[in-house]
């Protein structure tokens, strides 16, 4: 029988001084089997498939999630990017590069191009996460983060990898000239998507946030021109 005691939704329910301790034991565990998935992913995965492989064996390090569910999900979204933060530090150190972004997360030699080229935003994510103070943070204020990260953190818009991943999973071979053709192929497939069809709540997430990317990609494209 699986042990769900130190998974991560159900630390707000223990006393301060046991939760810091199996924090701390839950993020060593999570390091190890993180490093481990991504080394065995060599195309990359994304965050929503990297939650669920955490939940299943031989980990079960995450206990069930209803993913449109903010409350909870916050939570497990900011101990599996703090923990990739570390990890990242870590890599850097062996001359690897560690993309981290919630649609691609993929190790790769240091001497890769990725991201956006801009550390002063990139060092703004990796010090959120590396707060731990932040794990805990009124139902407003995770809203608030969760919305500020998927319209671009402190203004950062999404990576070319991002906005492209996010074209593919709403159908699209590559990124649309139009936001109008990606606004009707979210509708079609969201309705395809739907529980009362046979969808899937996680098929709806992925939705979601691809929409969310493409969203601030022609948002910013507009601001340029």
């Not at 079960?60 to 900011?78: A, R, S």
């Not at 570390?86 to 890769?112: N, V």
Request: charged residues 20%.
């Amino acid at each position: 029988m699986k042990d769900t005691s130190a998974s991560p939704q159900l630390l707000h329910s223990l006393p301060a001084t046991a939760s810091d301790e199996i924090l701390d034991q839950q993020i060593q565990h999570m390091l190890i089997a993180v490093e481990h998935e991504l080394r065995n992913a060599p195309e990359g995965t994304d965050e929503l498939n990297l939650i669920k492989t955490l939940q299943r064996p031989p980990w079960f390090l995450i206990g069930d999630l209803e993913f449109h569910d903010t409350q909870k999900l916050y939570p497990v979204h900011f101990l599996l990017f703090h923990v990739l933060y570390r990890l990242k530090d870590t890599l850097m150190e062996a001359g690897e590069h560690l993309t981290i972004s919630p649609l691609r997360i993929i190790i790769e030699p240091q001497d890769t191009v990725a991201g956006t080229g801009l550390p002063g935003a990139v060092d703004s994510l990796r010090n959120f996460y590396l707060d731990l103070s932040q794990y805990k943070l009124p139902e407003d204020a995770i809203q608030q983060m969760m919305d500020r990260f998927w319209a671009g953190y402190q203004g950062l818009g999404p990576s070319k990898p991002e906005t492209l991943h996010a074209a593919r999973v709403l159908g699209f071979d590559s990124v649309p000239d139009c936001f109008n053709t990606v606004k009707q192929a979210f509708r079609r497939a969201v309705m395809h998507a739907h529980p009362d069809r046979g969808g899937k709540t996680e098929e709806i997430q992925s939705l979601n946030e691809a929409f969310t990317v493409l969203k601030t990609h022609f948002s910013q494209m507009m601001e340029q021109t």
